[in-house]
């Protein structure tokens, strides 16, 4: 039968709850999961297989590490509301949800012989601080399982690098959050993205654009 999804939401969205807000609505030939925001999450996601998003309502930010990408691996796309992005295999990806919003997310079945990575950076010196291994049956519980273990254990969670304690939910910076709007508008969003120039976002950046909308939102006015 054909899945309704605004009406799923409208009667199923308290399933949509962190950490990890996501509920599997189709598991046999492929994987379908809805995920709502916000959510609380610090770890990557490593799957041997390509996965598919798309985001219903809003926008989020999908973190990865692209070892190709320079000077930093690590990356910083946003995907709009009615965008979609395929995400290769074997990326390291950490998923940000805002709040009021609603993606899809199709996987495909994992080879037999095939194992799930969740792996944790330093937030001081991005070395990797521990990595929790499963083969995947049922990815909501077995995520949800790995990160409250990673939480309850403060040896698990001290980087051998730098002795930093891995933060277990994301840090709130100086503005209060990520927002997506620091990537500029849609058309600023595509062009950047398919020049391969995105790359993490400063407090910085997103206070001075938001000042700098302000201020042309004062001269029109005058």
């Not at 000077?71 to 979609?84: A, H, M, Q, T, V």
């Not at 499963?134 to 051998?160: M, P, S, W, Y």
Request: glycine share 4%; charged share 30%; proline share 7%.
């Amino acid at each position: 039968m054909p899945l309704n999804l605004p009406k799923w939401l409208e009667e199923n969205s308290h399933l949509l709850k962190p950490p990890i807000n996501n509920y599997c609505v189709y598991n046999k030939d492929v994987t379908v999961m809805i995920v709502g925001g916000p959510n609380a999450r610090t770890d990557y996601h490593i799957n041997s297989t390509p996965e598919f998003f798309y985001q219903y309502r809003g926008s989020m930010l999908l973190k990865v590490v692209d070892e190709s990408y320079k000077p930093s691996p690590f990356r910083d796309i946003p995907i709009r509301e009615g965008e979609l992005f395929l995400l290769p295999a074997n990326t390291p990806h950490n998923p940000i949800r805002f709040a009021d919003t609603v993606g899809i997310v199709l996987e495909q079945p994992r080879p037999t012989d095939s194992e799930d990575v969740l792996r944790w950076y330093c937030q001081n010196c991005k070395e990797v601080v521990n990595e929790a291994r499963f083969h995947c049956t049922d990815l909501g519980t077995q995520i949800k399982d790995a990160v409250n273990a990673f939480k309850d254990d403060a040896e698990r969670r001290k980087c051998k690098n730098c002795g930093e304690t891995c933060d277990v939910v994301p840090r709130a910076n100086e503005d209060g959050g990520n927002t997506i709007e620091a990537f500029g508008s849609d058309d600023d969003v595509h062009r950047n993205y398919m020049a391969g120039k995105y790359e993490k976002v400063s407090p910085r950046l997103i206070r001075q654009k938001t000042i700098d909308k302000a201020k042309a939102k004062r001269h029109k006015r005058s």
